[in-house]
């Protein structure tokens, strides 16, 4: 049986990208109007996963997927 307090943790959505979709910025391209803050990049390479400082959404790169390197 869970507690009370494990039914009001927020669940995260977690956005997952391929290394196709670098470099990752929020909002994204197909964010709704209503969600829409100052654009920002994301740094996913240390980690392979990253949040917005504006909306805390959570960007993760796919399972098997390499960066790019430049």
Request: charged share 20%.
């Amino acid at each position: 049986m869970s507690s009370a307090s494990e039914k009001n943790v927020p669940q995260i959505d977690i956005i997952e990208l391929s290394a196709d979709d670098l470099p990752v910025y929020c909002p994204g391209p197909h964010a709704p109007l209503w969600s829409m803050h100052p654009r920002v990049y994301i740094d996913i390479s240390k980690t392979g996963m990253g949040s917005c400082p504006y909306c805390s959404a959570t960007y993760k790169l796919k399972e098997g997927e390499k960066l790019h390197s430049h």
